[in-house]
T-cell receptor, first 112, second 113 residues
Framework: GEDVEQSLFLSVREGDSSVINCTYT??????LYWYKQEPGAGLQLLTY?????DMKQDQRLTVLLNKKDKHLSLRIADTQTGDSAIYFC????????????FGAGTRLAVHP | EAGVAQSPRYKIIEKRQSVAFWCNPI?????LYWYQQILGQGPKLLIQ????????DSQLPKDRFSAERLKGVDSTLKIQPAKLEDSAVYLC???????????FGSGTRLTVV
């Protein structure tokens, strides 16, 4: 089946690290993504990881992938107020034409 | 590169009325997607085009929703007649086939009253 699950809410103090977790179901997913959505805006691609990788680092962002447990996480170092947004985990589901399936999103609130 | 353009930005209609949304993808992107995002939920794929052909419309409520992509470029999504539960943001995205990352437009926020 196609299902991506995320916790709905995370609150962190400014300057701390944030970790957003996600589980997915399609073991054949080739790419897994993190998108960011600010209020009233569209979806912004933050980062992605190919399924043959365990980790990817991009400035303040670190993505960890555990294929055995189908678990994906996004760590944001030195979280800032501008990071407050909804973060969506998404997987590519293959089968004919690839399609991108999203989780429900994790709302990150950053407080002083 | 110019982004994915969508219009209108906002639309308010009464139930049972019709509405249409327009999307202009990034030049050269063969694949185009329409997603529906209900408040508090993640985006749900409605329909996927490859050039001007439909490759997946399994989640599209075909009794009231229709979409077309003439000449493999712009696309229109129509709802006729609208129901209250159609209130959502309708997002258009495009990509090269088998390439990483879809580019999303800003969406059209539909309110059905």
């Amino acid at each position: 089946g196609e299902d991506v699950e995320q916790s709905l809410f995370l609150s962190v103090r400014e300057g701390d690290s944030s970790v957003i977790n996600c589980t997915y179901t399609d073991s054949s997913s080739t790419y897994l993504y993190w998108y960011k959505q600010e209020p009233g805006a569209g979806l912004q691609l933050l980062t992605y990881i190919f399924s043959n990788m365990d980790m990817k680092q991009d400035q303040r962002l670190t993505v960890l992938l555990n294929k055995k447990d189908k678990h994906l996480s996004l760590r944001i170092a030195d979280t800032q107020t501008g990071d407050s947004a909804i973060y969506f985990c998404a997987e590519i589901v293959s089968g004919g034409y690839n399609k991108l399936i999203f989780g429900a999103g994790t709302r990150l609130a950053v407080h002083p | 590169e110019a982004g994915v353009a969508q219009s209108p930005r906002y639309k308010i209609i009464e139930k049972r009325q019709s509405v249409a949304f327009w999307c202009n993808p990034i030049s050269g992107h063969a694949t185009l997607y329409w997603y529906q995002q209900i408040l508090g939920q993640g985006p749900k794929l409605l329909i996927q085009f490859q050039n001007n052909g439909v490759v997946d419309d399994s989640q599209l409520p075909k009794d009231r929703f229709s979409a077309e992509r003439l000449k493999g470029v712009d696309s229109t999504l129509k709802i006729q007649p609208a129901k209250l539960e159609d209130s959502a943001v309708y997002l258009c995205a495009s990509s090269f086939p088998d390439r990483v990352g879809y580019t999303f437009g800003s969406g059209t926020r539909l309110t059905v009253v």
